[in-house]
């Protein structure tokens, strides 16, 4: 791979880092889902939850390898909570055909513990 592809790729995931981290600060810009599992912990631990994910700035190389921000994990009150964001297309059928274009993109972060995995 020359520079130039290298260039090209840390564009593309940094695209797709801004548009991430938008949907993740700025809740519900986009769509969040939760499990039942962390809807069965209550309003307070939700938005304390909520309030963790939008603060999370953790991403490195062992959490993060390709630069998108689209993983992390927080923890509450000695639980581990996860989260993630894809990718779909408008009808939420398959992969966004293209994740830095947010016309033809509809990106989901997805909100569950441990126990969910």
Not at 13 to 37: C, F, W, Y
């Amino acid at each position: 791979m020359d520079c130039q592809d290298d260039d090209a790729r840390a564009a593309y995931a940094h695209k797709i880092q801004m548009l991430n981290d938008q949907l993740r600060r700025e809740m519900p810009h986009g769509s969040v889902m939760i499990t039942r599992a962390v809807a069965q912990l209550g309003n307070d631990k939700l938005h304390e939850i909520a309030a963790a994910i939008q603060a999370f700035e953790q991403f490195g190389p062992d959490n993060d390898p390709w630069g998108e921000h689209d993983f992390g994990q927080v923890e509450i009150d000695g639980e581990m909570i996860f989260w993630k964001i894809d990718a779909y297309d408008l009808n939420l059928e398959f992969a966004s055909p293209d994740p830095t274009e947010e016309a033809v993109t509809r990106r989901i972060l997805t909100i569950m513990t441990a126990g969910d995995l």
